[in-house]
């Protein structure tokens, strides 16, 4: 009988008041009457009633997560006294508002140690600017590397503890671990509110408790009294915690502790993210705060105190755990129910069960219908997803998936009309004491190490009760409106090892009725749980099996998309309980179970997750158990306890009892659910007890080997190590891999130490087995990865005697060892502390390299009874035997620990172009130091790929060189002379680049040639091995990179600080363009080039998702991965992501062989514990197939998804010299090796999927099969097939391409800076620039000023166009840029009717637009090599979509732009484009052709008039024809025309599609003796070109079809030419391309006019000759260009002038109809009760028109001046006024303190537009559109027409009113106490505000809101007083409202919420069936809330085609249907 159990935990049979306890025998009858009693009450007091909705708003009083609708027996009947009848509900009161949160995310930090410091230090300052809040949250974070996982860390802070309790724990303490899912990824399946790549997260402390007093529910009030401190700004911010199982049951008292619910937000968090540790502090704090319901701090001060007590209690370093057996006595285990207590419930549950059954049949089971043979064979070809493919076959289309047909939330119950009693889950307790306690976070870990693809869950109390948990079941998922749930039922266990046996177990699964029955009622269950909360539902895994270590489930996954008013409340009431974990239907199962239940489950099968502000995530807390520690009394009163000396733990479990189920059955499943649990619990037997002499030695060696953290055995099978094998396979906490390739385990085990995790064993027998280790060993001590070689030997006398298996070990790996030692065989006389010491020598020595121990075995071998004296000999073992520490400590003193070379220390400090290199980083703590350092230092830093920094990385320093290898291929010598640096330090190994160390050697030779400039090249690395191929180095210095940080800053070569200033070094600069230049150059060549090899290397690089690792194979995966990861990740971090220090890269670089590379890297992976991709050659792979087997036998680790580059053999002898020097079918069999082996045969035959990409498949494919492959989180191959031959050929064009643009950025940079001494350039002090003449900056301008004007131009003659009305004048359009080093630019606009789609108006318009944005943007001087760099520069610098200018406008601004960089660097326009090319033939007059309009002249005046060309000089003219009705006509003047010019000169004609088919063939016929060039587009369908050739023989040139089709590729046949007008085009970058097209398509081109003016012409012909020089350069190039004589000189329209004299912030000229922006006061204004003290004023009252004047309305904290471009843009055709609204800018309040309400600030604008005396448009952004909404409303006739920016009616729901009001009087409070800079950053960092922290002009709009409110308090009055909470809204006024007043809605494409209110307006006003003329919406591309600032001109596009009541395009506008 079990011994009494501590107060509050109940023994076994100790049943507590309140709960019915199973009975035997004669009570039997008893608990079948109660049960069925409880049956019928369900039956007639719930089934038969309405279904009971789910409400997400409910009160606290009536919004309990679990309520009944019928009575709950526990709480007797309801009461029949009228005075205690249900009272009506009160109305709702709103929630509390969420608190003010902030979260800071600080720079890396090297180490814990630092990370505690950084962090304690700002969340000091930031806690101390908020200190005036009444209620916040405030947490400070920081990045260290990750040296151990988040649950080693949580295990430190522990340590010294032996039990579950002890005074320094620190309490509470959670650990919560995520679980990869089992299935494919769909919407929400992985909920990313933490971001992506976010793992683990231990807590320790509280910063906010809460927790539920019994009876008290985890209702909607209670999830929002979290919530309300977390935020979607800062979604690391998460309440973490469980609930009870059923929170109506009051607990039990071992389970009073933990409440219903227990959640915290730890005060110190550590959390694995992408491959790094996130060190968290949280303060928090809340005036109102209620004991276990929130913060327990009500004030700043208290709050920051508990954080930084806990932060600075916390240990900073965690040393690794030991990995001990469990030791100690274990009692015998009782369960509650017992066996017969069991039998008995599950009898009476089936006869209630088959009772209720006959009513329904079951749902068919497919799998019954598999045949097995068949099933086998995909099972073993393509492991479950083979099976899942047949099973998919076989089903057809799922019958679930359809949309939700649900309207308002909750609206379903998933068990409505489900009146029998289909399932009910009875659970187990099995309750065991532990003497000497026990450590719960030790047996999680083993756990997790045994199941990582399951949830790991843990929580304990301040009294030492602990919940854990390792489940394999979530509840849901949610990240946004997306959510996804699962369902899981039925089990089995695993093949133990055999794939057979696991299929023909997963077959049973799948295949039986009863599991089959049982998982239907689950998933079922749960669709339509989701069905009632979600708009759709689908099901993405109809039916499959779950795999874990020991078991195996049936598995569904459903997602859906939540209705808008859902809530985690909603979700958590819908799913739990499932009937996985309760029955069906739910009210009734959860009734039965507490009248059969002998037990609480308390937190078992229970939700146990987080919420945080994007999402949240609850796993099914199932195989859990709970911990509660005995005290022992004090033998003396007033003496404290000393601990726990007991542990009572409490195991439970669960099944499913369907009608079938086998009371015998369920139990064994019961034993095997709980066995992994168990088995840990279970002691080791003692030493003593082992059978022989051998045993005890194994198992002393696998158990030191544990307590020193190598517990990943590798084992590959044979005789002699049985002992040491049977030893490693009983040890708890080791971790088996076996595989029957010596080779390939070796491999693997290699990589697990190359990943930076304890050193893997691997273990074989005697003989061949331990040869096969030598290629890993060489590997291993070439690299210095950690491995320890454990080999079984026969004795030593047997050696050289012929005995069987037995060759000289000792020795066999030679000097590839790091030591070695033979062991003598276990005997007496050798004492077990000899071999302590050895095996602890062996690990310490590991960590340089291999280490090798030979052990030699005696018989017997087995397990067998051999008498040994076992006290004798284990007597010296002292204490070692009962504790958890290695026998004794290993430190290696670092080298150089305590100061650096004072000639290294010289040289950093005296350096003038100081280089820093990257090399191979393989510790994470590393690359942070890198990092650090290079921001320090500030120098250029080439990474090589394996230091990790190139691929994944964020935030990572400004001179980071991604390009090294490509710029280095440049052979100028005064290139490669700037760029030699005169100090190298290098950080890290080996370097992959051959050209980068060759230059590196050539910098540092010291040779007599060198002379006195040689550089010192210093190598600083951990390794012992030396890295001095060339004999260049100057030194090397063993030393971890974070002692070196630190030893440079106490030498103060680093300073505090320097890190923030900017990089101004010319030198580092000068690597910057080349980099940036060279990497834009590559990129252009692989998305125009055909799918290559480099283009797999630079799509991983690019699209590795946060939180994998990468491996590398050797050859050229390696050589491409470090040419072409150019660092596209590198850009930053989104909101809400932490900063990465780079993904783990490996590499097998020690003597980079191509064997065991798979191997390698399925080892890295599970090492690291992260997803891996490895990207590896055909041949590398074929070398390793042993290593699928591996990936077969490991499904559950880390994911491993193998790219194979399939070129057909050795690609990469084809580059190296030998290609050229031997015959090609040498070449082919003794390098090349082809082979021709179907891989995906060979991946079939293992198992593992496969997926071939072929040649015509591209980038686009590859990352879709990539992101297929990373989502279905299994092992995976995908084959990518190449061409061998193009590959090296583009390889070479692209170095050869690279090295030129490298060449030509030098020489540029040269010539514009007339810099005759390139060492000028080298700054005078360590990253300072030195004194002297002035150095203009490199590679940068500024645009200081930025104006147009509008000039004409007399016509000679009529300009030959057709359609438009005849023009007097040719009118255009001029941009001018002044540069801030005083170079002007100019460009020209000329709109033409009938060729461009754009008016004069419209270009003018974005052109005013333009001019407002562009001063003060910077650009590189780099533009100027267009190829999408002025495209790029518009989107990232200037903040305007290029797609979205006109043409006209576009062409005008690269012309200006090209132009003042052309001035500045003293060059014209062509010299420009062509830096690299200048020369004389950039010189002399250009090719050209006259134009020709014959119009209705006769053949006599057009040939007269040619001749006169040819007498002025023209060599080739163009004839306009398709102007008569006769083409014949016009050929005959053609005719005519060659007949006066004779056969000298070239013919071309334009026919500007004029003709059809028939007629164009006519006129080519007639005038086929003209011999015409070509004639342009002779055709009105391009399709006809072809069908005009042949006919006529005439070739064609193409103009329109290129312009208005995009016909280019391929050419119609007979097509020579092709026509570009830049002005059509888009300007000269476009132009160069299409270009570059028509060259490479063997074209000709010639560029055209659209009747510029002389100076507009002036810069098409400068471009013309650019294209000729750069793309033509061999072809003489006859252009368009000729059409001076059409236009005279053009002259400023009168009142406009140059803007030499313009102030700096002007924008255009002033004039009688220019268009001005002035900020000025308004007489009169100040009288008005508008309370706006300042108006901005554009355009001319003259030119309102219908529309009027615009008044712009701006949004809360903006001002006059946010509309600025917007004003500019529309005020070219009428008066924009945009005032200041109360509170806001230079507008104060009105004189009292109260601010106007909404209604009175609209009738004051109201008045203030009837002063205007003209129609009035109110165009209202946000808070201005409901100011505008409300004057449109209330005073009629005050505006004409309504346009509402982001604004919405307001809103409907009382109680959301409510909520918002409380909100935004919370915000207004925070802006009125805390410092205006702190508002601000809590307002922008709302997800609404997105896409506008992305914009360029972010930073610059921040900071002009900070400093343009001078008034803060007024500006929270208006806040308060203008919230959408206080104020009425307006839905049922709008549809009358639209039907009197014009209405415009824009929305911003990428703002989700708006864009449904968007919707929801229209279909409002627009019912479904009537024609709303009234109303129109638009849709901004690419723009989030904040339209106005992030896209100006696109809105104004909208606002203006609107008004002018044009049909808008797609670009600009977008009318959504209603």
């Known amino acids: 009988m079990s011994s009494p159990g501590p107060a509050g935990f109940s023994p076994a049979r100790g049943l507590q008041p309140g709960h019915t306890r199973l009975a035997e025998g004669p009570d039997a009858h008893l608990l079948h009457h109660n049960a069925r009693r409880c049956q019928r009450s369900h039956r007639s007091a719930q089934y038969r009633a309405p279904c009971r909705p789910i409400t997400s708003q409910a009160s606290p009083a009536s919004s309990s997560l679990y309520e009944a609708v019928a009575p709950h027996p526990s709480r007797g009947p309801p009461s029949s006294d009228p005075a205690e009848a249900p009272q009506p509900m009160p109305a709702p009161s709103p929630p509390p508002p969420p608190v003010h949160v902030h979260c800071q995310t600080l720079p890396p930090c090297k180490d814990l140690a630092a990370g505690k410091e950084q962090v304690e230090k700002a969340l000091d300052a930031a806690v101390a600017a908020r200190a005036g809040l009444p209620a916040a949250l405030i947490r400070c974070e920081a990045q260290v590397p990750r040296t151990h996982s988040a649950l080693a860390w949580l295990q430190a802070q522990r340590a010294g503890t032996s039990g579950a309790a002890a005074p320094s724990r620190p309490a509470p303490t959670l650990y919560f671990s995520p679980r990869l899912s089992p299935g494919p990824d769909s919407a929400g399946a992985a909920a990313a509110a933490c971001e992506e790549g976010a793992g683990a997260v231990a807590g320790v402390g509280a910063a906010a408790l809460w927790r539920g007093a019994p009876g008290e529910a985890l209702d909607a009030a209670r999830l929002h009294g979290m919530q309300r401190f977390t935020s979607a700004a800062a979604p690391r911010v998460r309440a973490l915690g469980g609930s009870r199982f059923d929170a109506q049951r009051g607990p039990s008292p071992e389970w009073a502790a933990f409440g219903t619910f227990t959640f915290l937000i730890p005060s110190v968090e550590v959390t694995d993210v992408g491959g790094a540790l996130l060190l968290a502090c949280t303060a928090c704090w809340d005036s109102k705060a209620a004991p276990g319901a929130g913060p327990s701090a009500t004030d700043a001060g208290a709050a920051l105190a508990t954080a930084l007590t806990t932060l600075r209690d916390v240990r900073s370093a965690a040393a690794p755990p030991s990995l001990a057996a469990f030791a100690g006595g274990r009692g015998a285990v009782s369960h509650a129910p017992r066996r017969a207590e069991w039998e008995a419930a599950v009898t009476l549950a089936q006869e209630l069960l088959d009772e209720e059954s006959a009513e329904g049949e079951a749902a068919p089971c497919t799998p019954s219908l598999l045949d097995p043979g068949t099933a086998l064979e995909n099972y073993i070809a393509g492991g479950q997803q083979g099976l899942d493919d047949l099973l998919e076959a076989l089903e057809g289309t799922p019958a679930l998936g359809a949309p939700a047909t649900g309207g308002d939330c909750g609206t379903r119950d998933p068990d409505c009309g489900a009146a029998a009693l289909s399932k009910v889950v009875l659970a187990r307790r099995s309750e065991l004491r532990l003497s000497g306690g026990a450590d719960p976070l030790a047996l999680l870990a083993s756990l997790q190490a045994r199941n990582p693809r399951a949830y790991a869950l843990f929580l304990e109390l301040e009294g030492g009760e602990a919940f854990l948990s390792c489940t394999p079941e979530r509840l849901y998922s949610r990240s946004g409106r997306s959510v996804a749930s699962e369902a899981v039922a039925g089990t089995r266990a695993r093949g133990g090892g055999s794939v057979e046996n696991d299929f023909w177990l997963a077959l049973d699964l799948l295949q039986s009725k009863k599991e089959h029955a049982e998982f239907t009622i689950v998933r079922d269950w749960v669709y339509e749980a989701l069905r009632g909360i979600c708009a759709t539902v689908r099901v993405d895994v109809r039916k499959t099996v779950l795999k874990q270590e020991s078991l195996q489930h049936l598995y569904g996954q459903l997602s859906g998309t939540l209705l808008p008013a859902a809530t985690d409340a909603d979700l958590l009431a819908a799913l739990h309980p499932t009937p996985a974990v309760c029955g069906r239907p739910r009210e009734a199962s959860r009734d039965m179970l507490s009248s059969l239940e002998p037990f609480d489950r308390g937190f078992y099968s229970g939700p146990f997750g987080w919420l945080g502000g994007q999402g949240a995530e609850f796993a099914v807390a199932i195989r859990s158990a709970l911990f509660v520690p005995e005290v022992q009394a004090p033998e003396f009163p007033g003496v404290q306890a000393l601990g726990p000396t007991a542990m009572r733990v409490a195991l439970y479990a669960g099944v499913g009892i369907v009608p079938g189920s086998k009371a015998s059955l369920e139990w064994a499943e019961l034993d095997l659910k709980v066995a992994a649990l168990d088995r840990l619990l279970t002691p080791v037997p003692a030493l003593q007890q082992a059978p022989n002499l051998n045993a005890a030695y194994a198992r002393i060696l696998v158990e030191e080997l544990c307590r020193l953290g190598c517990s990943t055995f590798c084992i590959a099978p044979g005789s002699r190590s049985s002992p040491l094998t049977l030893a490693a396979a009983q040890h708890p906490r080791v971790q088996l891999v076996s595989g029957m390739d010596e080779r390939s385990l070796a491999f693997w085990a290699l990589g697990h130490g190359r990943s930076g995790a304890a050193p893997a064993v691997i273990l074989t027998t005697s003989g061949t087995a331990v040869a096969n280790l030598l290629p890993a060993a060489v590997e291993g001590w070439q690299s210095g990865t950690p491995l320890i070689i454990l080999t079984a030997d026969r004795p030593a006398e047997v050696r050289g005697s012929g005995a069987n298996q037995t060759i000289h070990q000792p020795g066999i790996f030679s000097s590839y060892v790091c030591w070695q030692a033979d062991l003598a065989p276990p005997s007496s006389a050798m004492p077990p502390q000899h071999l302590l010491g050895l095996l602890d020598r062996a690990v310490a020595a590991a960590g340089a390299g291999p280490v090798h121990l030979n052990v030699q075995l005696r018989e017997p071998l087995g397990p067998v009874p051999e008498p040994w004296e076992s006290t004798a000999w284990l007597e ?141 090249w210093w190598v600083v690395d951990a390794s012992p091995h030396s890295f001095d191929e060339h004999g260049c180095l100057a030194g090397r210095v063993r030393l971890p990179l974070g002692a070196l940080e630190r030893l440079l800053r106490e030498a103060g070569v680093l300073v505090e600080g320097a890190a923030a200033a900017p990089f101004t070094s010319p030198y580092l600069e000068l690597w910057r363009t080349m980099d940036r230049e060279v990497g834009f150059l590559v990129r252009q060549r692989l998305n125009s080039a055909p799918y290559g090899e480099a283009h797999i290397a630079a799509c991983l690089a690019s699209s590795l998702p946060r939180g994998h690792a990468l491996y590398i194979g050797n050859s050229m995966p390696i050589r491409d991965m470090d040419m072409f990861a150019d660092g596209l990740a590198l850009s930053g971090c989104t909101q809400g992501q932490v900063p990465s220090l780079g993904c783990p890269v490996g590499a097998n670089r020690g003597a980079s062989g191509i064997d065991g590379v798979l191997s390698s890297a399925a080892g890295f992976a599970s090492g690291l514990g992260m997803p891996t991709t490895l990207v590896v050659g055909d041949l590398s792979f074929l070398h390793d197939t042993n290593g699928l087997m591996l990936l077969r036998s490991g499904p559950a680790r880390s994911p491993l998804t193998v790219v194979v580059i399939n070129n057909g053999g050795g690609g990469i002898f084809s580059s190296l010299p030998i290609a050229g020097q031997v015959p090609a079918q040498t070449l082919s069999d003794g390098w090349t090796t082809p082979q021709a082996v179907e891989l995906g045969g060979l991946c079939r035959a293992h198992g593992v999927p496969h997926l071939r990409l072929g040649l015509a498949d591209g980038t686009q494919a590859l990352r879709a099969a990539l992101r297929a492959a990373w989502a279905s989180h299994t092992h995976s191959v995908v084959e990518v097939a190449v061409d061998p031959a193009g590959n090296l050929d583009w390889h070479r064009a692209t170095t050869a391409a690279a090295a030129k643009l490298a ?112 001063p003060g943007v910077g650009m590189p001087q780099t533009l100027a090599r267009l190829g999408g760099r002025v495209a790029d520069w518009l989107e990232r610098e200037v903040g305007v979509l290029p797609r979205t200018l006109h043409p006209s406008v576009r062409c005008a601004l690269e012309f200006a732009l090209l132009g003042a960089l052309a001035q500045e660097g003293q060059q014209t326009l062509s010299q420009l484009l062509c830096a690299e090319l200048a020369g004389p033939h950039l010189s002399g007059p250009l090719p050209n052709n006259a134009l020709l309009d014959c119009g209705e002249q006769t053949v006599a005046k057009a040939a007269e008039a040619a001749k006169k060309l040819v007498l002025q000089g023209w060599r080739a003219i163009k004839i306009k024809v398709g102007r008569r009705a006769n083409p014949e006509l016009d050929a005959a003047v053609v005719c005519g025309v060659r007949s006066a010019v004779g056969s000298e000169v070239v013919l071309r004609a334009d026919a500007n599609r004029a003709w059809s088919l028939p007629q164009a063939v006519q ?85 055209s006019s659209c009747m510029e003016t002389r100076e507009g012409l002036a810069l098409l012909r400068e471009l013309a000759r650019a294209v000729d020089v750069q793309v033509f350069p061999d072809m003489l190039g006859l252009h368009g260009l000729g059409t001076d004589d059409y236009v005279g000189e053009a002259l400023a329209e009168p009142g406009s002038r140059p803007g030499g004299d313009l102030p700096s912030s002007a924008r255009s000229p002033e004039g009688d109809r220019r268009p001005r922006a002035t900020g000025s006061d308004l007489q009169g204004c100040a009288g008005l009760a508008i309370h706006c003290r300042r108006v901005l004023r554009h355009g001319c009252e003259s030119e309102g028109g219908a529309a009027g004047t615009l008044v712009l309305l701006h949004g809360f904290l903006g001002a006059a001046e946010d509309w600025t471009p917007v004003a500019a843009s529309l005020g070219t055709r009428r008066t924009v006024l945009a005032p200041d609204l109360p509170g806001h800018g230079s507008a104060g309040l009105l004189t009292g303190p109260v601010p106007p309400s909404l209604e009175q600030a609209a009738a004051d604008v109201a008045g203030w537009c009837a002063t205007l005396q003209q129609p009035v448009t109110l165009v209202g952004y946000s808070l201005g559109a409901r100011l505008a909404l409300t004057l449109a409303l209330r005073h009629p006739g005050a505006c004409s027409r309504l346009v509402l920016v982001s604004g919405s009616p307001g809103l409907e729901d009382a109680l959301a009113r409510a909520q918002r009001a409380s909100q935004d009087a919370a915000l207004a409070t925070t802006m009125r106490q805390a410092p205006i800079e702190v508002f601000l950053e809590h307002w922008y960092s709302q997800p609404m505000w997105g896409t506008l922290r992305r914009h360029p002009r972010q930073s610059g709009i921040v900071a002009r809101r900070a400093s343009a409110q001078s008034d803060h308090a007024a500006l929270a009055d208006v806040l308060e007083a203008w919230s959408p909470g206080r104020a009425s809204h307006a839905w049922d006024e709008l549809p009358a409202l639209s039907r009197r007043v014009p209405i415009l809605l824009i929305t911003g494409e990428e703002d989700e919420k708006f864009v449904g209110l968007q919707q929801a307006m229209l279909q409002r006003c627009q019912p479904a069936g009537t024609s709303g003329i009234g109303v129109q919406a638009a849709t901004i591309l690419s723009a989030g809330h904040a339209v106005h600032l992030e896209r100006p001109l696109e809105l104004a596009g909208a606002i203006e085609a609107w008004l002018k009541g044009l049909e808008c395009t797609q670009q600009t506008l977008r009318p959504l249907e209603g």
């Open 1303 to 1414: 060449e030509g950025v030098w020489s540029a940079e040269v010539r514009r800076r007339r810099l005759g001494d390139v060492q000028s350039m080298a700054p005078a002090t360590n990253g300072a620039v030195g004194e002297g003449r002035h150095v203009p900056s490199l590679g940068r301008a500024v645009i200081a000023q930025a104006w147009y004007e509008r000039c004409s131009a007399p016509l000679s003659q009529p300009l030959p166009v057709r359609g438009g009305a005849p023009q007097d004048c040719r009118r255009v359009l001029r941009l001018h840029l002044r540069l801030s080093s005083g170079a002007c630019g100019m460009g020209e606009a000329a709109p033409l009717a009938g060729v461009h789609a754009e008016s004069l108006e419209e270009s003018e318009a974005q052109l005013a637009g333009l001019c407002a944005l562009l």
């Open 1563 to 1647: 006129f080519g016929k007639a005038a086929a003796r003209a011999k015409l060039q070509y004639i342009e587009e002779p055709v009105q369908d391009w399709q006809d070109l072809e069908s005009f050739w042949r006919a006529t023989g005439i070739a064609t040139a193409l103009d329109e079809s290129v312009t208005q089709e995009g016909i280019l590729d391929p050419p119609p046949e007979g097509t020579v030419a092709l026509v570009l007008k830049p002005g059509v085009m888009g300007g000269p970058e476009a132009t160069f391309e299409l270009a570059r097209t028509a060259a490479r398509l063997g074209l000709q081109v010639a560029l």
């Open 876 to 1016: 010296g073992l002292g204490d070692w035997a009962t504790s958890s520490r290695p026998w004794s400590v290993q430190l290696e003193a670092a080298a150089c620990a305590s100061r650096l070379p004072h000639s290294l220390l010289a040289a950093l400090s005296t350096a003038t172009r100081g280089l820093l290199v990257a090399g191979e980083l393989r510790a994470p703590e590393d690359r942070a130091a890198a990092l650090a350092v290079s921001r320090a230092l500030r120098w250029p830093l080439l990474a090589d790929v394996l230091s990790g920094l190139r691929v994944g990385a964020t935030g990572v320093p400004e001179g980071l060189i991604a390009c090294g290898d490509n710029i280095l291929a440049a052979q100028d010598p005064g290139m490669c002379t700037a760029l030699r640096p005169d100090v190298v330090l290098q950080l890290g190994g080996r370097l992959t680049s051959k050209r980068i160390s060759a230059f590196l050697a050539a910098s540092s030779a010291r040779g007599s040639s060198a002379g006195n400039d040689s550089a010192a």
